[in-house]
């Protein structure tokens, strides 16, 4: 019971979340039988993640270092319109992990539907090394 409410929960609050992309869904990203392929998800979501913490932090130099806890809940299709959320869960010293969801939004509506969440790690580097940039005291946030 408690997992079912923990589930809810996550599903309805997106209140510490943030817009940080959206995506139209085109031919070029379907599979032959009409659903987008996992991988494109995972390069917007990496992508539009990197943009966020870029943004944020007003550093540029990070890679991605894992992926973590993909869960694919529904399928995007044709003309849908993808929303991207983010935020940032945890800071340690050159790394930073972002929590991802994308949504489907119906036109017109405030329904939505979860298509994939995941949480990413990122690494800041300097010199081609990791580099302890969220210890730094004067960094942006
Ligand atoms: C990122 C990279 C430089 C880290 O190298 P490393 O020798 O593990 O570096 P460190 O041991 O100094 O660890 C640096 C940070 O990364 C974190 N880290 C390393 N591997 C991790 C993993 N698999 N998952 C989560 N965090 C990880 C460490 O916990 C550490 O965090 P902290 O500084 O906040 O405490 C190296 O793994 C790398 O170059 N990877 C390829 C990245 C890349 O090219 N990505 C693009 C996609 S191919």
């Not at 070029?28 to 943004?55: A, R």
């Not at 550093?59 to 959320?85: C, E, Q, R, W």
């Not at 119906?106 to 790690?121: F, H, P, Q, R």
Request: with cysteine; net charge positive.
């Amino acid at each position: 019971m408690k997992k079912v409410n923990e589930k809810i929960s996550e599903e309805t609050n997106l209140d510490d979340f943030e817009v940080i992309s959206r995506n139209l869904i085109q031919g070029k990203d379907l599979n032959p039988f009409g659903n987008v392929f996992g991988g494109q998800m995972l390069s917007w979501l990496d992508e539009s993640s990197y943009i966020y913490l870029v943004t944020k932090t007003g550093y540029s130099n990070f890679v991605t270092v894992n992926m973590n806890d993909v869960n694919f809940h529904a399928p995007a299709k044709l003309g849908d319109v993808i929303t991207f959320y983010g935020k940032i869960i945890r800071t340690g010293k050159s790394s930073a992990t972002v929590r991802n969801r994308a949504f489907v939004h119906e036109v017109g509506s405030d329904l939505k539907k979860e298509i994939i969440n995941c949480t990413i790690t990122f690494v800041a580097l300097k010199n081609g090394k990791s580099f302890p940039f969220f210890t730094k005291k004067d960094r942006k946030k």
